[in-house]
T-cell receptor, first 117, second 115 residues
């Protein structure tokens, strides 16, 4: 069975500092994908970044990068130069192989990130 | 594109009443997902459809919950009868499977309160 673990319920970071949000996963599939979503206080879910299990390069999207360590089964999100608007709940998620009709995304419990001015 | 549209945005109802939540996915997307989010249980997948066909409803809590997708542009999640423990934010998401990965686009959610 697939499982996503986020061990940091909450984090406080000073504005402009870099921050790493931890995510570990467990799966027996060889092909899978890892996602990060942001949920601000307004409630919507915003897609941030994706990493495929066969991607050799770490994914990057602007200030977001995904530190993918396959052997350790970790997919940490790194936010560089944090901004006040980064304060939100962050969810790590995983999907199974796309060739499986039962492939679906499962979510971790989330990390609440608060940026201090 | 307008994104995923959900209605109503807020619903307050009394225990025992029927509740219907609606979702319009992004045009052209072939997957539709219904999620429930609570403080205690986090984000849970209730059911998802592919090309209007339910694929996995193992997350549906009990028979009081039902979901339909009569066509590619509309889905409903119905709770009958509603109970206070059903109070949550219900998200609809859609995606297009392309190549090796797909991204789910979430709607704004429906905040349901059952008193």
């Amino acid at each position: 069975a697939q499982k996503i673990t986020q061990t940091q319920p909450g984090m406080f970071v000073q504005e402009k500092e870099a921050v790493t949000l931890d995510c570990t996963y467990d799966t027996s599939d060889q092909s899978y994908g890892l996602f990060w979503y942001k949920q601000p206080s307004s409630g919507e879910m915003i897609f941030l970044i994706y990493q495929g299990s066969y991607d050799e390069q770490n994914a990057t999207e602007g200030r977001y990068s995904l530190n993918f360590q396959k052997a350790r089964k970790s997919a940490n999100l790194v936010i560089s130069a944090s901004q006040l608007g980064d304060s939100a709940m962050y969810f790590c998620a995983m999907r199974g192989p796309t060739y499986s009709s039962a492939s679906k995304i499962i979510f971790g419990s989330g990390t609440r990130l608060s940026i201090r001015p | 594109d307008a994104g995923v549209i959900q209605s109503p945005r807020h619903e307050v109802t009394e225990m025992g009443q029927e509740v219907t939540l609606r979702c319009k996915p992004i045009s052209g997307h072939d997957y539709l997902f219904w999620y429930r989010q609570t403080m205690m249980r986090g984000l849970e997948l209730l059911i998802y459809f592919n090309n209007n066909v339910p694929i996995d409803d193992s997350g549906m809590p009990e028979d009081r919950f039902s979901a339909k997708m009569p066509n590619a542009s509309f889905s409903t999640l119905k709770i009958q009868p509603s109970e206070p423990r059903d109070s949550a934010v219900y998200f609809c998401a859609s995606s297009l499977m392309a190549g090796d990965w797909y991204e789910q686009y979430f709607g704004p959610g429906t905040r349901l309160t059952v008193t």
